[in-house]
């Protein structure tokens, strides 16, 4: 049972030895990168991580505006849209709805009638005619 314990504690000891040896190693190898970071930064002030970080930030900026911009001209498209929407006219013989700007147009008792068609725009005038 001796033997057993005294072998238990030598393992741990081992254990305890390894992992002190593997931190140290660590530390070792972190605090040489660190220096290295550092040693690289005061060489290449302009290649250092703050730069880069403001550079991203302006792209980030950049970003935000051409959105923005890009809404802008949704929203003018949009505008544009319902101007087109505001400018359409009803055919007076068939009822269709028609851009102002592509209708036939004739005057007719001091009021404009907009036509989808010179079809549509001469069997009004016939019927008007035949009205009296
Ligand atoms: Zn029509």
């Not at 550092?38 to 991580?49: A, F, G, I, M």
């Not at 269709?96 to 079809?119: A, G, N, P, T, V």
Request: net charge positive.
């Amino acid at each position: 049972m001796d033997d057993f314990i005294s072998t238990f504690i030598r393992i741990t000891i081992i254990i305890l030895l390894v992992r002190t040896v593997v931190s140290l190693i660590t530390s070792f190898v972190v605090t040489r990168k660190m220096r290295k970071a550092q040693q690289d930064t005061r060489q290449n002030p302009e290649q250092s991580s703050a730069p880069l970080n403001r550079d991203s930030l302006e792209q980030t900026r950049r970003e935000q505006l051409m959105s923005m911009e890009l809404e802008g001209f949704r929203e003018k498209k949009e505008e544009t849209a319902n101007r087109t929407v505001r400018d359409l006219v009803k055919d007076d013989y068939c009822g269709k709805l028609i851009e102002k700007s592509k209708s036939y147009i004739i005057r007719d008792h001091e009021q404009y009638r907009h036509f989808c068609s010179w079809e549509c725009r001469r069997n009004y005038i016939e019927a008007m005619g035949s009205e009296g």
